[in-house]
């Protein structure tokens, strides 16, 4: 089974701040099935990324993904009050997910 | 737009079944695969397997097989989960979620669309 590590397990930041969100993974993944959802409490993930960097239908340009091989990152440019949720990096190969970076507010 | 709406909440005793239904619209039903998944409190996300609607054919999580079943019904849109045993440590909240891509596409996944979530208990 490929594990999946983020990093860091909370992130405090502020509106209109730029953050990076880590994913390594025990082995190494096809960027092509390497995705990020993002949760709020008490909702589904929504999917925000797929093939590590394509972003899915609706999501706005200020998410980007990145990233090969075992190392792969979500970048957030700018902060809006709505991006403060959990992050999982999802490869799906195997169908793991990681354990979930909290973006809260700092 | 695809939708997916799932059954109520379940409380059932430990060795019980129990049965979930994933009704979708909005798209072809039999073109993409389904994918069950659950999210027990304080763990990551856990994929149970997924059953291509148009021929039924299921792959299980190794983990599960012997417990799950999963079925689509096309003349309703709908597909269902049954787990069975249950235990304690499966009290967790369920989700259906849709394929991003059919499945007569070269690549596959991740999961798109998803459905609301369905809380299953599992307590004496």
């Known amino acids: 089974e490929i594990v999946l590590t983020q990093s860091p397990a909370t992130l405090s930041s502020s509106p209109g701040e730029g953050v990076t969100l880590s994913c390594r993974t025990s082995h190494v993944v096809s960027s092509l099935y390497l995705a990020w959802y993002q949760q709020k409490p008490g909702q589904a993930p929504r999917l925000l990324i797929y093939g590590a960097s394509n972003r899915a239908s609706g999501v706005p340009d200020r998410f980007s993904g990145s990233g090969s091989g075992t190392d792969f990152t979500l970048t957030i440019s700018r902060l809006e009050p709505e991006d403060f949720a959990v992050y999982y990096c999802h490869q799906y190969s195997g169908y793991t997910f990681g354990q979930g970076t909290k973006v809260e507010t700092k | 737009q695809a939708q997916l709406v799932q059954s109520g909440a379940e409380v059932k005793k430990p060795g019980a079944s129990v049965r979930l239904s994933c009704k979708t619209s909005g798209y072809n039903f039999a073109d993409f695969y389904i994918h069950w998944l659950r999210q027990a409190p304080g763990h990551r996300l856990q994929w149970m397997g997924w059953?291509?609607?148009?021929?039924?054919?299921?792959n299980y999580e190794q983990r599960f097989q012997g417990r799950v079943t999963m079925t689509g019904d096309t003349s309703s849109n709908t597909a269902y989960m049954e787990l069975r045993r249950l235990r304690s440590d499966d009290t967790a909240v369920y989700f259906c979620?849709?394929?991003?891509?059919?499945?007569?596409?070269?690549?596959?996944?991740?999961?798109?669309?998803w459905g609301q979530g369905t809380l299953v208990t599992v307590s004496s």
């Open positions: 059953i291509n609607p148009n021929s039924g054919a299921t």
């Open positions: 979620a849709r394929d991003r891509v059919p499945h007569y596409d070269v690549l596959t996944g991740p999961p798109d669309y």
